[in-house]
């Protein structure tokens, strides 16, 4: 039988108190740059909830679609 693990996505990360602090928020960029979907996803999350920067419901939208066409599930 298989299975899924969910990964934590940056919201559920912060309802549990996690805090992003710029580097991590670099490395998110760098991956989701490169054209890791998953990142990508991760970073339009950053963007729609504004953690770690300021809300950007067009960036994240780009990203999230940049995101699908890579193949994030998510």
Do not use: Y
């Amino acid at each position: 039988a298989r299975f899924r693990v969910e990964r934590p996505t940056a919201a559920k990360l912060k309802a549990h108190g996690a805090t992003f602090d710029g580097e991590m928020v670099k490395l998110i960029e760098a991956a989701a740059s490169a054209g890791d979907a998953e990142a990508q996803f991760e970073l339009a999350s950053l963007w729609l909830d504004g953690i770690g920067r300021e809300k950007d419901e067009t960036k994240a939208v780009s990203l999230l679609r940049q995101a699908a066409r890579g193949g994030s599930t998510n």
